[in-house]
């Protein structure tokens, strides 16, 4: 069991590392800028080949990655046929361009996975009534379990979503639901009532219900590859909204940091996931490559979101930032990334149970 997890882990962050780095590569080539490295993994290596200038690394420690460019390094001497090839040369909007593409590479993986699962076809839970609550709209109108929904005032419904939205968009005005209760179609009028319920976040909200939830059936829903390409595309913005929100709430002490997790949370869950089967997984890679992407942009030195910072000042004002702060506050930066990461570090083995560690060490001393 820990043994996949590792192995998981492993394939999950190598694919999104390479993807990202590979962003930046391929920018940079079209840029014309000369790469030096390009690296899966920090510290010593472990393996590498050197084709043309650049050279080919697997490193050893497998939490990130980097593409070394020409010139990238302030100060660096360079032969007078190389300057027009150095990073540092470029216009400001090609350095802009290298540096956003390791995110937006991130962001074309999650929407090219969900662009695959949903022409693969997903389980999607039917219109069918599991429970009503006590006392509820729906009850009270004369529903029961069982009953499968096949139209809200006219409109046909055939997944528990269509059902949601219906009812929630109905503002507190009567609906008339039909259903189909063995095999008689039966019409029943229900005025949703506004209640307070709680978000992901565990904020309290208002909305609209009839006190009704769905039954265990799926059904298997494919899309063609125009309509999963669309949906993709919806659910990587979905996901990235709610990436950018939950990072808010945090910042308003909303959601606790507590909910932050690091490589052996990752490692867990991906373990977990391969276990349930290659979609599972391989949805799961797609939301932390949004996540990593979204990390990634945010405005710390040394992230890209940092460098990009760094260049929309100097777009703006029309001077470089001066090298000095610029190093000084990728320091800073360094040293809270350095300090976020023991402190999920430290959540995670909080999280572990005792039996994990144990296995875990087992593993290595049978």
């Known amino acids: 069991m820990i043994g996949i997890s590792i192995v998981s882990v492993i ?3 190598g694919v999104l590392i390479f993807v990202h780095e590979l962003g930046h590569f391929l920018m940079a080539k079209q840029a014309g800028v000369g790469v030096l490295k390009f690296s899966l993994g920090f510290g010593p290596r472990i393996i590498g080949r050197k084709v043309g200038e650049t050279e080919y690394l697997l490193s050893l420690i497998p939490l990130g990655g980097y593409v070394k460019l020409l010139g990238e390094s302030p100060g660096e001497e360079l032969s007078p046929g190389n300057e027009e090839r150095s990073f540092q040369k470029q216009p400001v909007l090609k350095r802009i361009g290298i540096v956003a593409a390791g995110p937006f590479s991130n962001v074309l993986l999650a929407v090219v996975i969900f662009t695959i699962v949903n022409m693969i076809g997903l389980p999607v839970p039917t219109a069918e009534i ?3 609550q006590p006392g509820s709209a729906a009850m009270d109108a004369g529903m029961k379990a069982g009953d499968r929904i096949i139209a809200l005032d006219g409109t046909v419904v055939t997944k528990w979503e269509q059902v949601s939205e219906l009812i929630g968009r109905s503002e507190g005005k009567s609906l008339l639901i039909a259903v189909s209760r063995d095999d008689r179609t039966m019409e029943f009028t229900v005025t949703p009532r506004l209640v307070k319920a709680k978000n992901i976040f565990g904020e309290a909200v208002d909305g609209y219900k009839i006190g009704i939830s769905p039954s265990a059936k799926t059904v ?4 063609n590859p125009l309509s999963a390409f669309g949906t993709g595309l919806r659910q990587t913005w979905m996901i990235g909204k709610l990436t950018v929100v939950s990072i808010g709430k945090m910042f308003q002490g909303v959601v606790s940091p507590k909910s932050l997790g690091g490589p052996i949370l990752i490692a867990q869950i991906a373990g977990a996931q391969v276990r349930e089967g290659i ?3 391989i949805l799961f890679m797609a939301l932390l490559s949004i996540n990593l992407a979204i990390l990634n942009l945010l405005p710390i030195p040394v992230l890209d979101g940092g460098h990009l910072l760094f260049y929309a000042v100097e777009l703006v004002t029309g001077r470089e930032v001066n090298v000095r702060w610029r190093e000084m506050a990728q320091q800073i ?3 809270l990334l350095i300090l ?6 430290m959540l995670d083995i909080d999280r572990l149970d005792i039996k994990i560690i144990n296995d875990f060490v087992k593993m290595f001393t049978d």
Do not use: D, Q, S
């Open 11 to 13: 394939v999950l962050l």
């Open 279 to 281: 979609v599972p997984f």
């Open 340 to 345: 976020l990461m023991v402190f999920v570090f």
């Open 220 to 223: 298997i829903e494919r899309k």
């Open 333 to 335: 930066g360094f040293a």
């Open 130 to 132: 599991g429970n009503l």
